[in-house]
């Protein structure tokens, strides 16, 4: 009965459908019980099928268990990948924006909605049958995705519903093998978190965000998960002329040792990762792009955090994606990507999923150069449907053509890297320094060695950009 | 004669004028000449006037000895503000384009064009008295505004080239009082700095610009310059597939150590400076804004360096020129201001003269919360008049104008700090952590407390940002 | 007891009121009845008392009906700026964003959410207090704002709903002599508009949007408006994958003309406008600007439409605001201005009030230069507080702070129009075409002019935007 | 010995070549002189090889004579794609930037710079060498590109040389085939330009611009050349302080009306195409965009007009490449394409080779769907080497990369467009207005049809756009 409502969602026009007795039936839909519907019954499991293929539920390109060789390191696609299914966006997202209301209708959104509990517990098991289906590995979340508040804030309840969920959660990864990649704090939704969490002005609105990071971080180390990430929607500013920036960014930093602090405290040995963004929500957001985070830690001593670059947050802050990538990397702060595009003509964070080979290209060259992913890495979807793409097919649609274009530009960089003409083209431009380095050299002596040459170089080697971009078009 | 050649210039349409024996009369325009034309014969001395003045060559704000008190520190408007006018724009100019020729036919340039270091003494003559007309104390200047590359580029030439201007600046300092704020190398006009100075991969390239570097240190020490500044406009890269970042970066921070240390042995007490720009010549700058210089300056333990922020470079980087005053002040950063603004609807580097009051006022803030300039900082007019204005005449108008609005400014600024109000709202905002320290707190610490409030804040206060609009538009 | 629980809302941190017998005591909240609570009961009338006053909630520029005289034409400034508060922002913003809930609590939303006309009721009243606070002649609307829409849609219950609404308006109009700037229908915020409302696909969400039009005319017409808009927030697209731009558009002229002789048929003069946004909520708008929407018109001959200039929208689509009004201008297209700014750094729609003298100016001077508005022209304040102010005195500080902006505006260009010093400058520099007409002169003959000259002139005149930018600065 | 002068150039690094009595030798560089130095001695004619090869002086997709259907249409490659060099930038570029002098030292460039039509001479056989290197078939050019203006601006001289260069490339085209695409006048490069060329407020120079243009329509006629284009780099405005727009378009609007009756006069039945661009050089240009260009071209009734759409002003004035064109199209407006791309991070023009598939797929999809080109219009390689390339070869790398990306393009769009998928899925979001036409309908009529439903949709179908968008993938 619940199925056959149910699919009628999954496709064409969506219907406001009245679920009947089969709404307190999955009531008792939890880990134990075979009960729970089967939201995605008409979806066939996504499988790798190769190019040829004329099945849009198919992969073309991603074939997990193959071997990619990248000089001497060979590894399955899936290590390489480490692809993740965020909750926020795949089962809570409901098309709401800032000029209209939600579109979506999802299948799992069925309990009343005065049943808190009971709708959590049904989008998660639309979590597992959605990774499940799609053969995804792991998963991202924040606090309040996969647990409500408590009615009218009540911190215990609200504890207790978090620990319901994440015991729902782990008892649902022990039965499929699914991963947590990274938990999170939702710091910025609620009205008190308008002027900040960690910056905010008011100290029971800190004191309210330390407790919720303790425990996500809690939540974390109990499914396993192999990184946290800070993302500070909320740090930053409106107007300087009510905001003391120095105040803030202390409190920000005090904050961050805290969790630092605790981890070791109860032994958690995952990644610290923060999320630069320029700005959206705040006007002005603290963590601009990488070099704002990156000079933040240093300023702060803050030894155990990387960097999870956005790439739609990347373009936003004026960078190419790949550039906030390389600029992490060779800081040795590169840590997760959270892998979506930008629409090139807006100024704001639409989340699409990216889908362009050329583009998945250059951002997997960066990761190839660093080995892959350590720790707490991955490239996890932090990426929507369009407002108006409304059925359960889309949410397959958009995740297969991201994931078979990763694959793509995965197997082009190893392409150009296990080729060579590129990385030659690099290295003979900087051959000039070879053997010669500039440790202890002082001023004077260069000055020196430049009058020496008696005359100044009236010019220096073309660049060749368009041969390196002709060589890197004959791989996408 | 050459007076009046040159009066034909300085107003209406602007016309080719050849100036028959005068060329080679000017030939002898050096300090200990007073054979040298008076390039602005038709202008009269720019004074303090009022705001009830209709002339349009006299300031109606800008009061230089009228003494401004903020909070308990009094002084004199020159001293709060160190205007400084740019050799590169203000003399240097000629209107070219990236779409169509030079538009300006200066007074100055006048000398046939193979004579280049009669030009050099013209332009040197021009600047001072410029200066002088005005009622300016300070300049700045790059090694190649005032002094040519030798024939060829030939290295002992321009040395002497150099050094030849240097003294006839010298000369002329002693003899109007005038100051330089800084200097600085030219390491981007070159075709030999196409792929970077500090950051070429040709050897030859970066030892061009180590000899660069230590000759305009020289000469600054020389003119007793406050300050020497760093512009990377050629420092980083069009394309990352033929780019070694982080080769080049460790080359920049070399160049920077060397330059610092040798400040050391020859005993220059002033302060270094970096200038942020995102991009441009660069299609990506390493200085990208204030976070990305003080992320590098940190990285690489560059203990001497501030940051000069230049309005138009900040708001190209995505932020409000006051945002990175403040972003650098708050982390003992700001050293100096190239004063000027972009338009907002361009992408690229417009440096037009600010003349707005409400943005006067909100860097002048940010200025005065610190206190105002330290050795090396002022405000240095990095503007220039717009291409389509050709006459003498419109290079005052344009220094007035801005020199009258960062006047209003100031006194606007120190009006707001004075009163108190605004500060009262900020302070207020941040009452609740009155006594709190985070120090020493754990996050379990922190949750507990939490914990203990047992109902989290609903909401917080209003941050109240059009109340502080209001109140900052009464000052404006 | 109402005011009492009212009051606390007005002032420092918000608090969750529950209101009690109150609650249904206002529900006979309609104009005949004096029991309904004063929602700005704390707040005094909003007065001209000039700028030495220290008073927040007066005016220290706007001074309703003090004559202004613009070269011939004399008026009082609320015949100049027709001032109107737009309903949806001041009433019914509540401070939701893409990141976080709501975070207003304002007094008028007490009646339970399912009593929809109660609550209606509370807040059309609480719209006309806030006009007589505040000293504003004009309001606009959408229908929706007003009304709400039947349960599950109900056609007939949405239509009785406006009436009733329009009914009660049309009261507190009579009762008040507050006007209708204009009405608009909100063709967005329904799901069922996700793919356009004019330009949808879908037959039947097009007759529903022809259906709103329709009732929004006719509520239009019996409230007095002088005006009608229409914003096309969904007429645009996605994808062009998945759209045929050529049938959208051709649908929307359609509607509008339908629109235009419904007008006409019920005998309602008042003026179309359309108002450009380039993108948001669609990725890619039709009315981009206002060079699109003029094509479009000329395109499919809407001859009874003008143009709404959004500020805001106007510099989201790359224009200035000033560039805007002056293209609609001399095309006698520029029918109303929605006032407000965006903040430079963000690229969406935020809606700020405008506060800038020197901004204020620059519109004022393109307003006098067509005479003023004409019929269904206003200043209205399509602009919201900041998510973060949640006091209802920041309504009021936000207006008084943008409407004193627009009366010193508008002295500043009645005073640049009457010195004229800035208009002989513009003059002067075309005066080479005085009694030279184009028309009728062939290419070869104004070759042969142009021949006849033997020399192509080398330069022209300086465009002196400095000058012009001093004189401006004069005055503001 | 020339050639052997110029080898050295065109590799490696370049270096100052002082030719001797070669110079002089080459001065007798014309059509009927088989004495021209081969500057491209050292590339081999570009053929198709196909995708295996490894060959970089090869096309890899381009193949000029395949033929390819498009629905019922059939045509080679070289029909479909019409590529057009352009003689600015391929042979004139010289690598200056607005920061930097100029890095190219081509072989063509070898003449004294007195011998200004001896320069001209060795670049227009410079141009048709390449062209016949390459195998391509069209070029493009301004005025001033291919003849020296006269000594001092004298209008004889001028008219002298640029017929002397129409006679030699009228004897080269015959010689090789080659043929003109369209023609234009550089109205922006010259100082006398800098405040507009039809906009001029120096009447002078507006007649300066007419002849200029007649000059070039002549030009364009004897040449053969299908299309004549109008691109308004100063046609603009910097400041409305000093403009008065609508006495500018009016003289605009004249200018064009002249150039069209002068076509119909001599008879040249050519394609006339506006270009438009947001901004740069002007701060603000009349010919924003296609909407600014296709509104003009409605209000002034200049009917002869298309327009030739820029991909890289279409990003900067807001739109897609794919928009714009779409836009045009649909209005019949679309002539013809500078095809080039922007660096997505910059603000400017920079005018880079489009070698993407994905944006060449979605291009031709446009350009297909109207059936390819009309008269006058092709792909012209409105693109430039980066400064940082100055080899000869680099120049062939650029080109061949983008033609190699356009041809991929082509069928990727040829095959969706003849497999339907795509266009199955945007034909049924359409199909509820079959048979069914707004032609007629009232608004009363079709609100009654609305109120017959009782009950306004709740929802409307999903647009699927990741289905549309996965589709498209498994093209490009």
């Not at 924040?142 to 215990?156: N, T, W, Y």
């Not at 303790?214 to 974390?220: R, V």
């Not at 990507?337 to 629409?343: L, S």
């Not at 080979?357 to 707490?376: I, K, W, Y």
Request: hydrophobic share 40%; proline share 3%.
């Amino acid at each position: 009965m619940a199925r056959l409502a149910i699919r009628s969602f999954a496709s064409g026009v969506a219907l406001l459908v009245l679920f009947g007795s089969a709404l307190f039936h999955v009531a008792s839909c939890d880990a134990s019980s075979s009960e729970c519907p089967d939201f995605f019954a008409d979806i066939p499991y996504v499988r790798f099928e190769g190019n040829q293929t004329s099945n849009l539920f198919a992969f073309r390109h991603y074939d997990a268990d193959e071997v990619v060789c990248v000089r001497d390191t060979c590894r399955k696609q899936r290590e390489w990948l480490r692809f993740s299914v965020a909750f926020w966006h795949t089962i809570r997202g409901e098309g709401r924006d800032p000029f209209g209301e939600p579109t979506k209708q999802w299948p799992w959104e069925t309990a009343p909605a005065s049943d808190k509990m009971e709708r959590a517990k049904l989008r998660m098991n639309a979590m597992f049958q959605f990774l499940d289906k799609l053969g995804v590995d792991w998963w991202c979340f924040h606090d309040r995705d996969i647990a409500p508040e408590g009615e009218g804030g009540d911190l215990k309840e609200t504890e207790r519903n978090l620990l319901a969920m994440v015991g729902l959660a782990k008892e649902l990864q022990q039965a499929s093998g699914k991963k947590l990649l990274w938990a999170t704090a939702n710091l910025f939704s609620s009205p008190r978190y308008m002027n900040g969490a960690g910056t905010s002005p008011d100290k029971a609105v800190f004191l309210s965000a330390a407790l919720q990071v303790k425990q996500a971080l809690d939540a974390g180390k109990e499914l396993g998960g192999e990184g946290y990430v800070f993302w500070g929607g909320r740090e930053g500013y409106a107007t300087l002329l009510n905001t003391d920036m120095g105040v803030e960014l202390d409190h920000l930093a005090a904050l961050f040792r805290a969790a630092s602090g605790y981890a070791d405290k109860i032994g958690w040995r995952g990644q610290f990762l923060i999320e630069p963004k320029p700005r959206e929500p705040s006007a002005n957001q603290y963590d601009y792009d990488v070099s704002a985070a990156a000079s933040f830690l240093r300023q702060h001593n803050l030894q155990r955090f990387k960097i999870n670059v956005e790439c739609n947050h990347a373009t936003l802050s004026g960078h190419s994606c790949a550039h906030e990538l390389e600029l992490a990397r060779t800081q040795d702060l590169l840590g997760s990507i959270d892998i979506n595009r930008g629409d090139p003509q807006s100024g704001w964070d639409t989340d699409e999923f990216l889908m362009d080979l050329p583009e998945a290209t250059r951002l997997m060259l960066v990761l190839l150069e660093q080995g892959g992913f350590e720790r707490g890495g991955g490239l996890n979807f932090d990426a929507k449907l369009r407002r108006e793409s409304t059925n359960v097919e889309d949410l397959f649609y958009a995740h297969i053509a991201s994931m078979d274009a990763m694959a793509r530009g995965l197997k082009a960089a190893a392409a150009i890297l296990n080729d060579g003409a590129l990385k030659d083209l690099k290295t003979r431009r900087y051959r000039s320094f070879e053997g010669y380095s500039l440790e202890g050299r002082s001023l004077a002596d260069l000055a020196a060695e430049a009058m020496a040459m008696e005359v100044a170089p009236s010019h220096t080697e073309s660049a060749s950009q368009e041969k390196a971009e002709l060589l890197f078009s004959t791989y996408v």
